[in-house]
């Protein structure tokens, strides 16, 4: 396989290419997609959630589907459904848009819980139950769902159980003013996802998910890592800290972030960095911290300030 950090470098240079000025947030999506996570992006409208996950799709090889969430969508609009045949009588299965390798689940806050639901059981397990038959997804499957954090009104939140289940979960925010000029240039006569080239191959995106899970954790790092995430936990404006499954979240990013660097192991500074998108959206924060206007983002930032930071092994009694 080629070095997977100049192939990262190349996927994440084709997403520019239509995601202008946003290579942090592009970054954590391939990121995502390589830890075969699900990513949450939470912003206002226009500023290019759909454009990530169309420009990640078309770069990687991937298949794309997109699902519009709305109130009336069923479960079986998104898994799919058994139809009857009377040609062989018999029935046949029918699949939904989530058998697709990457899947965009628009204003996802929109459905009613029980279309929610429909999504846990492929996010978790990469399959999908339809009449009591099971069907696998395809690989690399990667959810992307988008929400308004601004209209609550006809929206339905999501419940912890399933926010648990996004890897991490950003923010793209407006653009600067250069940035926007760059944008409108760029669309001036055509949009540019529309002559978006391949970058790599879904096989090679398997390949790169393999190569993330050999990056070295130590030990000491481990121990970092729960002890954040202890924290969370007993900080005193958190109602529910983050989860165990926060734990493997935040180092299966350190260890493909770190890939992405060139290095074949975590080190602290990975930690720090990816603490708020792969722990914000677990932590709770507490009735009366939400009337002080605390976020998770600053609950998050003191509980890195008050975690030690592992210091280096000793070795033979050196």
């Known amino acids: 396989m080629e070095d997977p950090k100049l192939l990262a470098e190349r996927i994440l240079a084709n997403v520019e ?13 391939l990121i995502t997609l390589l830890c075969r996570g699900h990513l949450l992006i939470e912003d206002v409208p226009g500023v290019g959630k759909t454009m990530l996950a169309r420009a990640l799709a078309r770069s990687t090889g991937c298949s794309f589907a997109r699902i519009q969430f709305t109130p009336d969508l069923l ?9 009857y045949t009377p040609a062989t009588g018999s029935f046949e299965f029918r699949p939904g848009p989530i058998m697709s ?4 689940t628009d204003e996802i806050n929109r459905a009613t819980p029980k279309t ?68 409108m240039d760029a669309q001036q006569r055509a949009h540019p996802i529309d002559s978006l080239p391949q970058a790599t191959s879904a096989d090679e995106v398997l390949d790169l998910q393999r ?21 969370t936990r007993e900080h005193e404006s958190v109602y529910l800290g983050a989860s165990p499954r926060g734990s493997l979240a935040l180092m299966r ?29 677990r932590v709770i924060v507490s009735p009366a911290a939400r009337v002080r206007n605390i976020s ?8 890195i300030q008050r975690t030690a930071v592992p210091g280096v092994r000793a070795r033979g009694g050196v």
Request: proline share 7%.
């Open 296 to 303: 998770a983002a600053e609950i998050v930032d003191e509980c």
């Open 75 to 83: 479960p079986t609009d998104v898994t799919g459904v058994s139809v």
């Open 211 to 231: 190569a993330v899970s050999e990056v070295y954790v130590d030990p000491l790092i481990k121990q970092y890592v729960v002890s954040l995430v202890n924290a």
């Open 101 to 104: 390798q990457i899947v965009l």
């Open 116 to 183: 929610q639901s429909a999504l846990l059981e492929a996010m978790e397990e990469h399959q999908v139950t339809v009449d009591g038959v099971t069907h696998t997804l395809p690989q690399p499957f990667m959810v992307m769902a988008t929400q308004n954090p601004i209209e609550y009104e006809g929206t339905f939140p999501l419940p912890e159980a399933q926010l648990d289940r996004f890897l991490m979960r950003v923010h793209l925010g407006y653009p600067s003013p250069t940035d926007e000029i760059l944008v």
């Open 17 to 29: 290419r239509v995601i202008i000025g946003k290579q942090h947030e592009a970054r954590l999506a």
């Open 253 to 281: 990013v350190a260890q493909a972030f770190a890939m992405l660097e060139g290095r074949d192991f975590v080190q602290p500074d990975d930690i720090k960095l990816l603490a708020y998108p792969a722990l914000g959206h």
